[in-house]
């Protein structure tokens, strides 16, 4: 469905209009105006009205009403096409959902098309409208603005994200040795979150870098260091990841490390308690076979002295157990 829509004159707006074909060769005869539609989540038959008045691409059209497509840049005859993934970060339920931005941009029109909760464009919109100066650069200024917007919330997330990942590594290396049964779950729940992050972020670099340098067709020629800021933006968001995906790696490491010493530890302490129990098991076994010629038998100490012989070899063992640190 159509959120908004309107004709842009020397950066100023104006009503939107009813025809769209009528109102782009008035923005097209007057050369300072352009047209901008934002779409939400259009079906076929919303899509293929817009899609007929602008002459867009069959195969950009079939990607904008499919979704599910990967940061790209495209150029046709008579418009360019680029993807981008935002993010949207759930603090209360620690997880990253991404949403789907397409937008076409032609001589003197702007269509976007967007997918899921994420990115909206009304505060882009209200940012540009407030600054005339920058919109006067056409279709342009809207795909810098927008590319900003989604690569500048790249970067808060990512700092969300470490946080954390702040938090996780506190309770991995907890002094005190606390619950950790959920931790291993927690970390590759995580990793996972990552793992969506890089889907966005980094098959966005080469569209960046291709705006960011040579001419484009339908971009302005004056907007490469524009492009260039958001491609240098872009550049701080995947190393974040690259750094949040090895840290992450690390603590799983550090985590998986720490259980095996854990459960080392507690099959030494095992097999000294079974040590300290079977010695007097065995001296009590060979006393109790009942044979009549057995050392101590006949005398009057001699239960007391296998009683204080096994408490003896007890405590000796225990004393050994301790010293090694097995206790």
């Given at each position: 469905?159509?959120?908004?829509?309107?004709?842009?004159?020397?950066?100023?707006?104006?009503?939107?209009?009813?025809?769209?074909?009528?109102?782009?060769?008035?923005?097209?005869?007057?050369?300072?105006?352009?047209?901008?539609?934002?779409?939400?989540?259009?079906?076929?038959?919303?899509?293929?009205?817009?899609?007929?008045?602008?002459?867009?691409?069959?195969?950009?059209?079939e990607d904008?009403?499919?979704?599910?497509?990967?940061?790209?840049?495209?150029?046709?005859?008579?418009?360019?096409?680029?993807?981008?993934?935002?993010?949207?970060?759930?603090?209360?339920?620690?997880?990253?959902?991404?949403?789907?931005?397409?937008?076409?941009?032609?001589?003197?029109?702007?269509?976007?098309?967007?997918?899921?909760?994420?990115?909206?464009?009304?505060?882009?919109?209200?940012?540009?409208?407030?600054?005339?100066?920058?919109?006067?650069?056409?279709?342009?200024?809207?795909?810098?603005?927008?590319?900003?917007?989604?690569?500048?919330?790249?970067?808060?997330?990512?700092?969300?994200?470490?946080?954390?990942?702040e938090g996780?590594?506190?309770?991995?290396?907890?002094?005190?040795?606390?619950?950790?049964?959920?931790?291993?779950?927690?970390?590759?729940?995580?990793?996972?979150?990552?793992?969506?992050?890089?889907?966005?972020?980094?098959?966005?670099?080469?569209?960046?870098?291709?705006?960011?340098?040579?001419?484009?067709?339908?971009?302005?020629?004056?907007?490469?260091?524009?492009?260039?800021?958001?491609?240098?933006?872009?550049?701080?968001?995947?190393?974040?990841?690259?750094?949040?995906?090895?840290?992450?790696?690390?603590?799983?490491?550090?985590?998986?490390?720490?259980?095996?010493?854990?459960?080392?530890?507690d099959m030494?302490?095992?097999?000294?308690?079974?040590?300290?129990?079977?010695?007097?098991?065995?001296?009590?076994?060979?006393?109790?076979?009942?044979?009549?010629?057995?050392?101590?038998?006949?005398?009057?100490?001699?239960?007391?002295?296998?009683?204080?012989?096994?408490?003896?070899?007890?405590?000796?063992?225990?004393?050994?157990?301790?010293?090694?640190?097995?206790?």
């Amino acid at each position: 469905m159509i959120v908004d829509c309107a004709i842009y004159r020397d950066g100023r707006r104006a009503e939107g209009p009813e025809d769209f074909s009528t109102a782009l060769a008035e923005a097209r005869a007057s050369g300072d105006a352009f047209l901008w539609v934002g779409l939400h989540e259009p079906t076929e038959r919303e899509f293929d009205h817009v899609s007929d008045e602008f002459g867009l691409h069959p195969l950009a059209v079939e990607d904008a009403l499919k979704a599910h497509q990967r940061p790209k840049l495209e150029v046709y005859d008579d418009s360019l096409f680029m993807v981008l993934k935002p993010i949207v970060y759930d603090e209360a339920a620690d997880s990253i959902s991404s949403g789907e931005l397409m937008l076409f941009v032609g001589d003197a029109f702007v269509v976007t098309v967007r997918h899921g909760e994420g990115a909206p464009l009304a505060a882009v919109r209200k940012r540009l409208e407030a600054d005339p100066k920058v919109l006067r650069h056409g279709p342009t200024a809207v795909l810098y603005a927008v590319s900003d917007a989604v690569v500048d919330h790249y970067i808060d997330v990512a700092a969300e994200l470490h946080l954390d990942l702040e938090g996780l590594e506190a309770e991995v290396f907890e002094p005190t040795g606390g619950d950790t049964r959920h931790t291993a779950g927690r970390i590759y729940n995580f990793k996972r979150q990552v793992l969506e992050f890089r889907r966005a972020t980094m098959p966005l670099a080469a569209p960046m870098t291709r705006l960011a340098g040579a001419a484009v067709p339908f971009v302005h020629a004056e907007s490469q260091p524009f492009f260039r800021d958001v491609a240098d933006h872009l550049t701080r968001a995947n190393e974040s990841v690259e750094g949040l995906d090895r840290l992450v790696s690390d603590v799983l490491s550090a985590h998986l490390a720490q259980t095996g010493v854990r459960q080392n530890d507690d099959m030494r302490k095992i097999s000294a308690w079974a040590a300290m129990a079977a010695v007097p098991t065995m001296v009590a076994g060979v006393y109790g076979m009942n044979f009549e010629h057995m050392p101590e038998l006949k005398h009057t100490w001699g239960y007391p002295a296998v009683v204080a012989l096994m408490a003896g070899a007890v405590y000796g063992l225990y004393r050994l157990f301790k010293r090694r640190g097995w206790l």
